[in-house]
């Protein structure tokens, strides 16, 4: 939200420095972001950064000379005499006059006048000024001082500005043609010098996205008098009772529809002034009709819309005009001011007549109802609608609009009278019509304003502050609040364009936060807790996860974060085609913020695949992992679903990253990753892990398998599935992933477990192939030879598989390293022969197994 300072005096009398104003404005919960000058001075201490403004607001804009840049008219419009495309300007200063040349488009009609009665005030840039430079193809802004030189023959030393080169808006096709009360002579900056507050407006105080919002919270921080907008309409015409009916079907989805007629309006431009502070809104000014309803959106709040009321008096073909407010039908259209045609959902709230549509409701107007160059009689509505149906509707139709980001984040129905009497009187004033008596006004559902009830003593617990219920009482006057001292507590009722206070306790909290900001939360004194600090529990969960954390980090992955919401069919590429989850089992949003994000996951796995996909592009090698909850439904009588703590592994590309030492350009495989989960679960000192060949949906067959502990599984693990990667745009290397659930490994923790000094003893090295059926795991002829070799034998590994014509057809030959160790004393070569020698016995008997020769 775009503030001019100039437009927010009218409502409130600022009296301290704009550093200053917004830096109270951020701490009140309205952060500006940033203040940019147009003309007004910068203080110089700004300018180097050295200022009051604190480091969260940014200061942009320049200052104009006021002895340079000042208010000129224009007296006669001259042919150059060397160039079609020039002219000449006899300009007076207000010192005296001058021969300015431009080639403004908007001058070209004046040439045809001799002497202008009354003169075309414009702003005039004396010889030496500073301006932006309007032909500088630079992305950053840069500035130009004015020389004299020839051009074409006639010499040139001053110049009418546009409002590019004076950093108004990015408009350069014609000079500033200011209104006719224009003083000249009078510094420009005096005259029309502005400096705007972009505010970054959340959603919790949406009610200040208007000037007058900002206004009243101006008002409250420096406790000063808020001056409210004229609603005094000079009405003239015949009343507008029976000229149009108004007919609301569902007012759940519309609580209030006001309409108001002006007739015989003429289309001309807006005053200056008025085009000048839509532009520093950020809002391109179009005539006088669309001026003055986005002009009043932007002063109070409420959004309106103008209807060409010739085209509903035909469309009511004799009859009198109905406005009628109902959902869409099934296959109805409309072809909207943007002229696009849209497919409208059966939910989206619809204005229409007798004879269908005429606009979205609180979203944008319909093409054939609009007002164009011929209209005359003007139907203005404003109104109050459903926000959670207006989000829903904007994002269905992809369609956002100044509108609908207000109405979306709630406007009160008290505001659409209000709305269209001022806007009204600004087309009254601007175009010349004629105001039909009255309002039309339906109101079904008026909101119920809460009353709150709050204590002295309640604001000390929650706000460590001593504050008197009369305090409490001036402070929330300051938010127009009606306020009332009961005994021991005050009551509160909300103010009528507010709908951001809730009943009850959560009543309470909302005044106490509105306190806090009136009040300053920087004077918040510093107390210490008085209550008894609660026990000291743990969070077993929690604690197993910044573990996990720690050590895939260590080993060398990163952490990601991905979106909690996706969609059906994001997810269902995480499955073979074939083997997707069924949509409705999906945890699903009522009021999705996008098409593509409607649901709660149910797998992180395809966040975390998502993620890979969209790096591989900038990344050879990746290594993810990410730990998050996955969401599953419940039965219908539990509203909450089931929340469950995942833990996703993936990893792809080669196996060490480019180094120039060298490096290890393979790509990872599925043992890579088994090595990772065997690292992760020695170093959580999980112990009895397994392994067993398995098959899964988003796995390649074969090279998949699940993790156990015990004969618990807690996870799977293998390469991604072909058919799956399809789905993807994956690398031409392997994806690998794993997947487990957070919950069964912190079961399997320890808590406690043992630590071993470094041995002292030599340790004996030997190394064993072992020669057995091709079906039996290399981890169960291990887990043997330790079972046989008992607490000698201190480490074994697997370090080389061979098959072929030596060994024999379905035999394969494991050869390990192993390493015996005894804590107290040197093992002799007798005792490792006789451990062998057992070591040998068992796997021959249990396995099938024998010693390659």
């Given amino acids: 939200m775009k503030v001019p300072i100039t437009w927010l005096r009218e409502y409130v009398n600022v009296d301290i420095s704009i550093p200053e104003l917004a830096h109270r404005l951020t701490l009140a919960g309205l952060e500006v972001e940033e ?267 409420e959004p309106l819309h103008a209807f060409d009321f010739d085209v509903l008096q035909e469309r009511a073909e004799g009859e009198t005009p109905t406005i009628i407010t109902r959902t869409a039908e099934p296959g109805e259209t409309l072809t909207t001011l943007d002229d696009v045609k849209r497919e409208l959902d059966e939910f989206t709230e619809l204005v229409t007549d007798t004879a269908g549509p005429l606009s979205i409701a609180g979203v944008m ?56 009497l001022r806007c009204l009187e600004w087309m009254q004033k601007w175009t010349g019509g004629t105001v039909a008596e009255g309002l039309m006004d339906e109101y079904p559902l008026p909101p119920d304003d809460p009353i709150v009830f709050l204590s002295a003593a309640e604001v000390k617990r929650w706000l460590g502050m001593e504050l008197s219920l009369q305090e409490i009482k001036e402070l ?64 077993p969960m929690l604690e197993v996860e910044e573990r996990v954390r720690d050590i895939l980090l260590g080993l060398g992955l990163r952490e990601v974060v991905t979106y909690r919401i996706t969609s059906p069919e994001a997810e269902a590429r995480c499955y073979p085609p074939g083997a997707k989850p069924e949509e409705d089992t999906y945890v699903s949003l009522q009021n999705p913020i996008t098409k593509d994000r409607t649901v709660m996951r149910k797998r992180l796995l395809a966040s975390v695949l998502e993620i890979v996909e969209n790096n591989y592009r900038v990344r050879q090698r990746i290594p993810l992992f990410e730990i998050g909850p996955e969401f599953h439904p419940r039965p219908k009588d539990d509203s909450l679903p089931e929340e469950n703590a995942w833990l996703v592994i993936a990893i792809t590309g080669p196996r060490t990253p480019q180094a120039w030492q060298g490096s290890d350009t393979e790509a990872v495989d599925f043992f890579d990753l088994k090595g990772i989960i065997e690292e992760l679960f020695q170093r959580l000192h999980i112990g009895e892990l397994g392994f067993e060949k398995s098959q899964r949906e988003a796995y390649h067959p074969g090279k998949c398998a699940r993790v156990l502990v015990g004969k618990r599984e807690v996870g799977v693990f293998g390469e991604i599935h072909p058919l799956v990667s399809d789905q993807y745009e994956f690398p031409e290397t392997p994806v690998i992933a794993a997947e487990f659930a957070l919950e069964p490994l912190v079961d399997h923790v320890s808590k406690r477990y043992n630590v071993e000094p470094i041995p002292e003893q030599p340790p004996v090295l030997e190394d064993l192939a072992i020669v057995v059926g091709e079906e039996v795991p290399a981890v169960e002829v291990a887990d043997l030879i330790r079972q046989t070799a008992g607490e000698i034998l201190t480490e074994i590994r697997l370090f080389d598989v061979y098959r072929g014509a030596q060994i024999g057809e379905n035999e394969k030959s494991l050869a390990y390293n192993l390493v015996y160790q005894h804590p107290e004393r040197t093992l002799t070569d007798e005792e490792v022969r006789k451990i062998r020698e057992s070591i040998l016995y068992r796997l021959d008997k249990e396995l099938d197994a024998h010693l390659r020769e």
């Avoid at 110089?44 to 208010?71: A, C, L, M, Y």
């Fill in 476 to 539: 929330l006057e300051r938010l127009e609040f009606e306020v009332q001292i009961d005994e021991e507590q005050i009551r509160a009722k909300t103010p009528p364009h507010r709908l951001d206070i809730g009943e009850g306790v959560v009543g309470k909290a909302d005044l106490l936060e509105e306190i806090a900001r009136v009040y300053g939360y920087d004077k918040i004194p510093e107390t210490h807790l008085a209550d008894e600090l609660p026990p000291q529990r743990g969070n």
């Fill in 365 to 420: 107007g319909g093409a054939e109802s609009e007002v164009g160059e011929g209209t005359e009689d003007i139907l203005l509505e404003g109104a109050a609608w459903n926000f959670i149906n207006i989000h829903k509707t904007a994002n269905a139709q992809n369609l956002s609009s100044e509108a609908s980001y207000r109405f979306e984040r709630g406007v009160h129905p008290e505001l659409a009278p209000q709305g269209v």
């Fill in 35 to 301: 203040i940019h000058y147009v003309g007004l001075p910068v203080p110089e201490d700004e300018q180097n950064g050295q200022g009051e403004h604190r480091p969260e607001t940014k200061i942009t804009g320049f200052s104009w000379d006021p002895e340079k840049i000042v208010v000129g008219a224009v007296r006669e419009v001259m042919p150059h005499p060397n160039a079609d495309r020039l002219v000449l300007c006899r300009l007076d200063d207000g010192e005296e006059e001058h021969t300015v040349l431009t080639g403004a488009p908007n001058l070209f009609p004046y040439l045809e006048d001799d002497e202008l009665d009354p003169p075309l005030k414009v702003a005039y840039a004396r010889e030496g000024a500073t301006i932006i430079d309007a032909y500088s193809e630079s992305k950053e802004t840069e500035f130009t001082s004015i020389r004299r030189k020839k051009i074409r023959g006639v010499e040139s030393y001053s110049m009418a500005c546009s409002e590019k080169e004076l950093g108004i808006s990015d408009e350069h096709e014609g000079v500033i043609i200011l209104d006719g009360d224009a003083p000249i002579g009078m510094p420009l900056s005096d005259y029309m010098g502005d400096a705007v507050l972009d505010i970054a407006i959340t959603p919790n105080i949406a009610r200040a996205a208007s000037v007058l919002g900002v206004a009243r919270e101006v008002a409250a921080v420096t406790d000063a008098d808020l001056k409210y907008p004229s609603l005094d309409v000079k009405a003239e015409g015949p009343s507008i009772e029976g000229q149009v009916q108004i007919e609301i079907t569902d007012p759940e989805l519309n609580p209030r529809f006001v309409l108001g007629l002006i007739r015989d309006v003429e289309r001309v431009p807006s005053p200056y002034w008025v085009q000048r502070r839509l532009r520093l809104a950020g809002i391109r000014p179009i005539d006088s009709v669309v001026d003055a309803t986005n002009y009043t959106m932007l002063e109070i709040g």
